[in-house]
């Protein structure tokens, strides 16, 4: 796993943010809270939670895309999803009442795992903007569940590789991003045979292999979480 580095409230005025740095992938994470809930939720008292990712113009080598072409992709929209849905399945949506929290994912450079890197900072983020909301008296405790923690795991050159930079994920035979729970719990896979295929036995032992990374960054954010910490780092 490359090198991890958290700056934590690095945006002064969002009420949770945080910069969550994986190798060279840099991503800036915020959370805001809104009244109001989507049409769906519409009658109960229940909460959302939603994402926003986007990679800055100049965040990799590739050819600039303009805003309004990026917020149209389809890979923009997928990982906004994706980090929407592994936020809300370790919250209680009931206990925020009919608001909805945002957490907006700004890819600044990116090198390979920028959706695992927007989920971890996104947790984060999301982590502070309760504990601020409780000492606002606007919750009675903090809704979270259960820490999560995100990774890539793939096959490059028939070795199981952990935490993919963008090299190493261009020449992937396998690709997987994996998101679990402290209690060993999967919330999310996404596993893409590349360029070649593999038997079934090897989706465990790479879901393995990312239990045993995501584990040491989970163990990270409670450090972190639980203290009067700014910054923080996993060589």
């Not at 990799?60 to 994706?82: F, V």
């Not at 979270?144 to 090299?167: A, N, P, T, Y």
């Not at 393995?208 to 203290?227: C, H, V, Y």
């Amino acid at each position: 796993m490359r090198p991890i580095k958290i700056i934590r409230g690095y945006n002064k005025f969002a009420l949770g943010s945080c910069l969550f740095c994986m190798g060279n992938t840099h991503v800036l994470c915020t959370a805001t809270i809104q009244q109001g809930q989507p049409p769906h939720l519409k009658g109960t008292n229940s909460g959302w939670i939603t994402a926003e990712y986007f990679m800055l113009p100049q965040a990799s080598n590739k050819q600039r895309n303009a805003p309004q072409q990026q917020l149209t992709s389809g890979r923009t929209k997928e990982i906004s999803r994706i980090v929407g849905r592994a936020l809300r399945a370790v919250v209680d949506l009931e206990s925020i009442g009919p608001n909805t929290i945002i957490i907006d994912c700004d890819v600044l450079q990116a090198d390979g795992g920028t959706r695992t890197a927007s989920i971890n900072g996104g947790f984060i983020a999301m982590y502070d903007l309760f504990n601020l909301l409780i000492k606002q008296g606007q919750l009675k405790e903090n809704p979270i569940k259960k820490f999560l923690g995100s990774i890539s795991v793939g096959i490059v050159h028939r070795k199981q590789v952990v935490d993919l930079c963008q090299e190493e994920d261009n020449n992937a035979e396998v690709d997987a991003t994996v998101v679990m729970t402290e209690d060993k719990e999967l919330i999310e896979l996404q596993y893409t045979a590349e360029k070649g295929l593999y038997k079934l036995k090897m989706l465990n032992q790479l879901v393995e292999l990312a239990w045993q990374n995501i584990i040491k960054i989970i163990s990270l954010e409670k450090k972190l979480l639980s203290s009067n910490k700014k910054t923080i780092y996993l060589k």
